[in-house]
């Protein structure tokens, strides 16, 4: 796995904004070098053939965000392809294409300049291919819309007919390819257009393939039993005389890391792993409960080791010398992903290799996995990349393809393994529950002199090993948003990890959620102790942020900021810098709430949102993101609550773990700033703005400050209660 | 043996008639466009109809479903243009997509009882269909555009 996934290869990647390590820079694919040739591939990332379709290849998983269509623009624009030759597809994982990632709301941001460059860096050498059929000057020719023209003597060709007919022999050094010129923004006719996506007619009809379409000769159902505890559980003796009974029954896998049945149909499989007679060893955490959690959460805020992971100036002597101090604790509790497509995977390995047919977010993580359980090469792991449907973090994780390859390897045939939705909420890597102390001292003119929080969270990099997490054993990504931009001269973020039982994994907008409604909610709470409106107190700190400024002030402005509304009836605002301070999507929100101040319910009205993420490249798929992320965010704030008992999650189905449904939908306003600044992403940010600016409006609404998410109406009500 | 007549066809299935008629749909017939979503009709992504009522193909048994009309998302329009299918391209509603083929049954079922509903109809309509994308403002927009006929 470590040599699969480099610390390097990771952490560049996530560093470096519009570096693509995600796509090779060079032109791997050569001259094409005879006449007629079946097709052409300058680079990685896309392929010409004599027809003139153009084929983008896309590393990147679809999951709903489009990314198809969007990275396909990006090629195309610089490429001069005409749109309708246009057409994408998912490639098997292979190292050539780097690493392959797909979440942190990155793939723009990490690919619009590489990708841009394999368009650019594909015309150039079918401009100079056509001169030298030609014997002309080629730069007398240029391309449009998949011609090349010769401008002095008129003379033209398609690309599909030099594919076909012209040997293409320019390469690309690296270097070559860095001083590419590209086109200015201004100069842009399919990026930022409204084009409609490609993948939407076939998730219209049935057509469309997700993993769990996947059938292959032959193959046979799986099940998993699962220990009762959702970390450290072990089976110790399995009976399965009985499952052996039902009608279907193939085959009992009992192997070190899992006890399973096959057999010829799902409900066989079910009925027959119902029959096991397992006996548990539920291991460590079989007493781990909510309780248990924030017990020991309080307990690990006071750590005298908590690490500092962002730090400057003196904390300690401002905030002795503040005028005003002021300290508030912040929880939130266990989210699951709830993607709608519950885990599964196709396992067969025929002849030494593994073929895996399921939709991942994480190819590089998951083949190196694979690899390493499975003791082969990885070039014997084949990932057949389907549609996700939903990833939302959850399928970073390599864990059933890994349960389906052993379950396969061991039945010595195809093997299909479908979670229930049970056993996918049961067994997902949650967003981690968290308590944030925060305390700041103000200055005499109300400014934030001092600020200092502690973060309590399980770290889900610690799981994936060393290449995730820095020096300090801290993941960066159970923390970002943390590192706000507002102007404070001396700052303290100590961070405490701590192992629950609990897995923890990436849910959409991951830290952020927990990051920015601490800070927010804060912001909102200072405000207040220094006597100015929340917006304003915002905008006065803000010098090194002027495109956050931009959005908050839009966005207050659309939201009627400061109009007066009816009783019981509040705005809040919040405004961030996600997903990362270095390549920041400025974001901000108004939410507009009711209370019911006699049973604590909130009426979410309207939600107006404002966003800053430099070139918008398909406009429609980035409204439908951020719509879609301030929804989510919706569903996160006010009603999902994971609890935990007995090491496990309490809940199972969505009839307990309830998510967002269309009578609970509000007015959503968005408004995306024209920019010719370089792509950030939109699949996140605004989910990360809902429950600071809701519980900022309940505030607005009720003088109830209520500091746990979700912002469930016991809660909203206890804080009432408190108030008066 | 049970005889299920979906889109139009007959199909003869060896199974137990208890079985959910989803996992005879999907898994032994390989029609996949009707979804597994939660297995206790909670999310509506294996939505179907029976004699034109949109019900949950889940919680529906074989012994259920034979001898009736089923039609999957595979049959609601020859050529995938029902008016819905048509909105659906036209608002851009699907995100993962992986919901749609339950949400657009049970619009179809809607439109096909209420040709003309207001928004509160939609909602009461729509909302046992969950759409972790969240896609419901397009949703709502595409059946009153199909409704219009626009």
New interface residues.
């Given amino acids: 796995m470590k040599a699969e996934l480099t610390r390097r290869a990771f952490l560049a990647s996530t560093a470096a904004a519009g570096v693509g390590l995600t796509i090779r820079l060079s032109l791997t694919g050569g001259p094409s070098d005879a006449a007629a040739a079946a097709q052409w591939d300058p680079s990685t990332a896309l392929t010409i053939t004599p027809d003139g379709i153009v084929t983008v290849h896309i590393t990147k998983a ?5 990314v198809g269509t969007a990275l396909a623009q990006i090629v195309a624009e610089e490429l001069e392809a005409e749109w309708k030759d246009v057409r994408i597809d998912y490639p098997i994982a292979d190292p050539k294409f780097g690493l392959m990632l797909t979440g942190g709301s990155w793939s723009i941001n990490w690919t619009f300049d590489t990708l841009s460059r394999a368009g650019a860096a594909a015309r150039l050498a079918l401009v100079d291919a056509a001169a030298q059929s030609w014997k002309v000057n080629a730069a007398d020719c240029m391309a449009e819309r998949g011609v090349v023209r010769h401008l002095p003597s008129g003379r033209s060709i398609r690309y599909g007919d030099l594919v076909a007919k012209v040997p293409i022999t320019k390469t690309f050094t690296e270097d070559e390819l860095k001083k590419v010129p590209l086109k200015k923004p201004a100069e842009y006719k399919i990026v930022g257009q409204w084009i ?2 490609l ?3 076939e ?8 993993g ?2 996947t ?1 292959l000769p032959g193959m046979v ?1 799986a099940k998993v039993a699962y220990p009762p505890t959702r970390e450290g559980g072990k089976h110790t003796a399995v009976d399965d005389s009985a499952a052996k009974k039902v009608k279907g029954y193939v085959a009992t896998v009992n192997l070190p890391q899992l006890i399973a049945v096959v057999a010829t ?3 066989a499989a079910v009925k027959a792993r119902d029959a096991l007679k397992v006996t548990w060893d539920a291991g460590p955490h079989a007493d781990v409960s909510t309780e248990t959690i924030f017990a020991s959460f309080a307990q690990a805020k006071d750590d005298p080791g908590a690490q500092a992971w962002h730090e400057q100036g003196d904390v300690k002597a401002a905030m002795g010398g503040a005028a005003k101090r002021h300290e508030a604790t912040y929880t939130t509790d266990y989210v699951a992903h ?5 885990m599964n995977c196709v396992a067969h390995l025929d002849n030494g290799v593994y073929h895996l047919y399921t939709g991942s977010q994480f190819q590089t993580f998951a083949v190196g996995s694979l690899a390493a359980v499975l003791g082969t090469d990885a070039k014997n792991i084949r990932l057949h990349q389907h ?6 973090g959850r399928r970073l994780e390599p864990d059933i393809m890994v349960e389906t390859a052993l379950i396969a390897r061991a039945a010595k045939r195809p093997v299909k393994f ?1 979670r ?3 056993e996918d909420l049961r067994r997902d890597f949650y967003r981690s529950a968290t308590l944030q102390v925060v305390k700041a001292g103000l200055g005499a003119d109300g400014k934030i002199v001092a600020w200092d929080n502690v973060l309590v969270a399980s770290h889900p990099g610690k799981r994936w090993g060393p290449d995730f997490v820095d020096k300090k054993g801290l993941d960066q990504f159970a923390l970002n948003g943390a590192d706000h931009v507002y102007d404070i001269p001396n700052q303290i973020v100590r961070a405490v990890p701590v192992e629950t039982g609990m897995s923890v994994g990436y849910v959409r907008a991951v830290a952020p959620n927990y990051t920015f409604f601490a800070v927010e909610t804060f912001m909102d709470e200072l405000a207040k102790l220094a006597g100015q409106d929340p917006l304003e107190y915002r905008l006065s700190m803000l010098s090194g942020a002027p495109r956050l400024v931009r959005v908050l002030k839009l966005v207050a402005e659309r939201a009627g900021w400061g109009t007066p509304l009816p009783a019981n009836t509040g705005r809040g605002l919040a405004c961030v810098s996600a997903q990362e301070k270095k390549t920041p999507t400025w974001t901000a929100s108004v939410v507009q709430a009711r209370v019911d101040p006699a049973t604590g319910v909130v009426q979410i009205e309207k939600v107006t949102c404002a966003v800053d993420c430099g070139i918008v490249v398909n406009p ?2 980035a409204r ?1 993101q951020i ?2 992320s301030i ?2 965010g919706i ?1 996160n704030a006010l009603k999902e609550r994971g609890t935990v008992a007995k090491g496990a999650l309490v809940q199972s ?3 307990d773990y309830q ?5 609970e ?1 509000p007015e ?1 306003e968005v408004h995306l700033i024209p920019s010719t600044e370089y792509p950030t992403g939109l699949g996140e940010p605004g989910t990360t703005t809902v429950a600071p600016a809701l519980s900022n409006a309940i505030f607005a609404a009720t003088g109830a400050r209520v500091r746990q998410v979700p912002l469930l109406p016991d809660r909203v009500l206890a804080a009432i209660r408190a108030k008066a | 043996m049970a005889t299920l007549v979906i889109n139009g066809k007959p199909h003869n299935v060896e ?2 008639p208890a ?2 008629l989803l ?1 005879v749909i999907r ?2 017939l ?11 009709a ?2 509506g ?1 294996c939505t179907i109809h029976l004699d034109g009522q949109a019900v949950r193909s889940c919680q529906t048994t074989v012994a259920q479903a034979a001898g009736k009309k089923i039609t ?3 049959g ?1 329009h020859p050529e ?1 243009r029902h008016p819905l ?1 048509v909105a ?2 036209a608002e ?10 339950g949400q ?1 049954m049970s619009a179809a079922a809607l439109l096909a009882r209420k040709p003309n509903p207001t928004d509160q109809d ?3 309509a ?15 927009r595409a059946i009153k555009r199909a409704a219009q006929g626009v």
């Fill in positions: 679809e999951m709903g965000q489009g409609q996506r993948d939407i007619p998730k219209t009809n049935g057509k469309a393939k997700f769990i379409d059938f159902y149909s799902y409900e709830m993607q709608m497509e519950p549609y996700l449907g939903g990833g939302f479908i229930s939705r049970e429609d798929g439908a719509e879609g929804l989510f569903s189905n969505f009839h998510v967002l449904r269309m009578n939908v959503v | 199974v137990d079985t959910p996992w898994e032994r390989q029609m996949t466009g009707t979804k597994f979503g939660c297995g206790v909670q999310c992504a999957t998302i595979e609601l995938g299918q659906w391209i851009q509603v699907p995100q993962c997509g992986y919901c749609q083929s657009l939609i909602v009461e729509m909302s046992g269909n969950i759409c972790r994308c969240a896609t419901y403002p397009r949703i709502k």
